[in-house]
């Protein structure tokens, strides 16, 4: 499958599918806090989803091998490490948790995202995992430019988490995007300067580095077919955002009014 670069009409319509993605964790911020179940979470979202006439891209979603994914959304808490499903369980002080967002807009484009929240007062060990995770995307973005490579993004990832004593998870990447949920290339968040494809304007795809406090093995857990923890039960975290690679740089397509400051090194979400 050959890596498909997007036209000026597809990036806008790219462009709002993205916007409104974002939209669904600004509308779901406010209510994240001790108490709260991810059903619930879930619920919300879905109810920000038909409000702005998007639908779910995760809800029946059925990759070869998988059962249907039963949420509108991924939530994933503490030592979950993706692929979460809500439940009914009430999140407690001290939790973090991974909100992936994935909306498909009326014209058929795909927005797809995710933040860490933080419930009530978290532990010293917790924040810097999330903070760091959210700088090594950062980080990952700012290779993004026509001429690079995606090894850029994946050692810039690496290097830096790895710098701060953590690991990054290999089994799941970034990928591309566009009319399709899934499309090339893939998006290591590990890697060489310099190695795999060239990066070329038009192309659009996320970054979503998983990073684990402990050690990067992972394992499936139960048998709902999804739910993926860190095998040494320690913290994870993750941010996602989409990326276009533009005519001299990169711009973060998911970005809207609630979404977290940026870190002090990024000067611009474009260049």
């Not at 993605?21 to 619920?43: C, F, M, N, Q, W």
């Not at 070869?64 to 490490?81: K, Q």
């Not at 990054?168 to 190695?195: A, D, M, N, S």
Request: net charge negative; proline share 7%.
């Amino acid at each position: 499958m050959s890596i498909t670069i997007k036209t000026a009409e597809d990036i806008a319509g790219m462009r709002l599918a993205c916007r409104l993605a974002s939209e669904v964790l600004d509308y779901i911020a406010p209510h994240i806090k001790p108490g709260i179940t991810t059903k619930e979470i879930d619920r919300l979202g879905a109810e920000c989803m038909a409000a702005q006439g998007t639908i779910s891209a995760t809800v029946g979603y059925q990759p070869p091998g998988y059962p249907p994914y039963p949420g509108s959304l991924c939530t994933s808490v503490n030592h979950v490490v993706c692929h979460g499903i809500p439940n009914d369980k009430p999140l407690k002080k001290g939790d973090i948790v991974n909100v992936d967002v994935t909306v498909i807009t009326k014209d058929g484009w795909y927005g797809d995202n995710s933040r860490m929240y933080l419930i009530g007062e978290c532990s010293i060990a917790a924040k810097r995992l999330s903070a760091i995770t959210y700088d090594a995307m950062w980080l990952g973005i700012q290779q993004v430019r026509p001429g690079a490579h995606l090894g850029d993004i994946g050692h810039a990832i690496q290097k830096f988490a790895e710098g701060h004593g953590f690991s990054v998870v290999r089994e799941f990447c970034g990928h591309g995007i566009g009319q399709k949920f899934h499309e090339e290339p893939q998006v290591l968040h590990y890697g060489r300067p310099g190695t795999l494809e060239e990066l070329k304007p038009g192309m659009v795809f996320t970054i979503e580095p998983m990073i684990n406090a402990g050690r990067r093995e992972i394992k499936e857990f139960g048998n709902d077919g999804w739910t993926i923890v860190t095998k040494d039960h320690s913290l994870s975290a993750q941010w996602e955002h989409t990326v276009l690679v533009t005519e001299t740089g990169y711009e973060v397509m998911t970005l809207s009014a609630g979404s977290p400051p940026l870190p002090p090194f990024v000067t611009a979400t474009t260049t």
